[in-house]
């Protein structure tokens, strides 16, 4: 599977994006779909996640009610709509695959995702 992360930009706080990833290649045998992202000394962390099939989505604390994960199955795209954002979210966002069918809890670390794309910067200006 081959995941290529976009729509990175400068926003000012308060502000939205979203970003996008495209997934090709062998897309069926993806179980999860997942967004981490990783700021300036800082260790990846994790955003959110969403099932391919049934599109249960799990987010990390820190965006939860602000970031929202969606999908579009016919497209193999996942996206990542950010609402109020602020200069703490500035980081590279990264999106992973992976194959294993367990729970979406299960995917709430790194080293549980087999694919993963390209980064895409994200800046928030205070």
């Known amino acids: 599977v081959q995941l290529q992360a976009s729509g990175g930009g400068l926003v000012q706080a308060g502000g939205s994006l979203r970003l996008s990833c495209a997934a090709s290649g062998r897309t069926g045998s993806a179980d999860t779909m997942g967004w981490f992202r990783q700021g300036p000394g800082k260790e990846r962390e994790f955003v959110g996640a969403?099932?391919?099939?049934?599109?249960?989505?799990l987010y990390g604390d820190s965006v939860k009610g602000r970031f929202t994960i969606s999908s579009d199955n016919a497209k193999n795209m996942v996206y990542l709509q950010m609402t109020s954002l602020k200069p703490e979210d500035t980081a590279v966002y990264y999106c992973a695959a992976g194959v294993r069918p367990y729970s979406i809890a299960y995917y709430r670390r790194r080293e549980r995702y087999d694919y993963w794309g390209r980064g895409t910067q994200v800046t928030v200006s205070s």
């Open positions: 969403i099932t391919w099939n049934g599109g249960i989505t």
